[in-house]
């Protein structure tokens, strides 16, 4: 049995490098406490390591970087990480950031060993944890959707091939299921995913890997295709700031989610935190609206939008239901796309189709 943290999108931004900008939605200024209560939670619960699947620092400030990695280095059991989207606000590091392309040496003996932005780390015995890279720089410029490389796929490709008969869990910071409708089509929600997925999820598919850890959406929700999840964990500085412990047996894969709901400057954060994502969705919605499939009127838009500002905060939490009567009909059949089905978001138990026993012998 293994038994390891998820904790996702942490965006450290220690105080002297906060930036305000209108509509920030992340409560940077939990980052520190939030996290630090998570891992001592995490502490006592007996884990072998702790999963990161991406968005470390607030926008790849080195200060950011380098209190993450002190932190990570004081703690009693290994941590694997990759990079999101926010680790990669530049290819080559200056003054005030780090780049990219100097990622793995900053996080060097946290799963990377070379000097590439990818690795397979042994977690236990015959058991391995790849690490992708799903942020690419096309002419110094940041690929602004999730992409994996050539050069990565045909690594990924051989490192399965040499990794066939153990147990391989994958984590990668961008989505490769949809987790809500039209996410890979939905000019507002596929920066969320990796831009065709299809070819790694057949990747992997046919190396018998089921179980891919993700970040950078900010929600609780597990996805499921044909024996494969995508299992992903929403961010320590958004509603409802959580963290998961999952155990995985012969046969079971066990997830449990908790929740950062109190710190000492900020008693009630679950509410302070809920009403600032709330508060802030009038927006979104209003984009969401007027967008394709549903395409309204502006006016209307603005008409419906604060009555839907429940809409994200139940996204994110997981498990969402939308029931909307007093909406016309197309809008009530647009939400009800969303309302979730099993597995549980939260706390779950999945079968493994290839029993870990066969790892194991």
Request: aromatic residues 10%; contains cysteine.
């Amino acid at each position: 049995m293994i038994r390891f943290g998820i904790l996702s999108d942490p965006h450290i931004t220690i105080p002297e490098t906060l930036q305000d900008y209108p509509g920030r939605s992340h409560f940077l200024e939990v980052s520190i406490p939030a996290i630090n209560q998570a891992l001592e939670a995490l502490q006592s619960e007996n884990i072998d390591f702790l999963m990161i699947p991406g968005d470390l620092t607030q926008n790849g400030e080195r200060t950011n970087h380098a209190w993450l990695v002190d932190k990570l280095n004081s703690l009693p059991y290994p941590t694997y990480l990759i990079p999101g989207n926010h680790d990669a606000h530049a290819w080559v590091s200056n003054h005030e950031w780090s780049g990219l392309k100097h990622f793995p040496n900053i996080y060097k003996n946290f799963g990377y060993e070379e000097n590439q932005l990818y690795y397979a780390a042994e977690v236990a015995p015959n058991i391995h944890l790849i690490g992708l890279n799903s942020n690419q720089f096309i002419n110094g410029r940041r690929y602004v959707v999730g992409a994996i490389d050539d050069d990565q796929y045909r690594w990924l490709e051989a490192k399965l091939k040499k990794l066939d008969g153990s147990l391989v869990m994958v984590m990668v910071h961008h989505n490769i299921l949809e987790h809500v409708p039209l996410q890979a089509r939905h000019p507002m929600l596929k920066a969320y995913i990796i831009e065709k997925r299809k070819r790694l999820v057949h990747l992997l598919r046919a190396h018998g890997v089921e179980l891919v850890f993700t970040g950078h959406f900010h929600m609780q929700d597990i996805a499921e295709h044909r024996g494969l999840y995508d299992i992903t964990t929403g961010s320590l500085v958004s509603y409802p700031h959580p963290y998961r412990i999952c155990e995985i047996d012969e046969k079971k894969v066990r997830i449990k989610s908790y929740q950062v709901t109190s710190l000492e400057q900020w008693p009630d954060l679950h509410t302070v935190s809920l009403e600032r994502m709330k508060s802030l969705s009038d927006v979104y919605m209003i984009k969401l609206l007027t967008s394709p499939p549903l395409s309204i009127s502006l006016e209307k838009a603005k008409q419906f939008a604060p009555q839907l500002r429940f809409f994200w905060p139940k996204i994110a939490e997981g498990n969402a239901y939308f029931s909307l009567p007093d909406f016309p009909l197309s809008i009530q059949m647009f939400f009800a796309q969303f309302n979730d089905c099993p597995p549980d978001d939260n706390n779950v138990v999945l079968s493994l189709h290839n029993p870990m026993k066969s790892y194991l012998s």
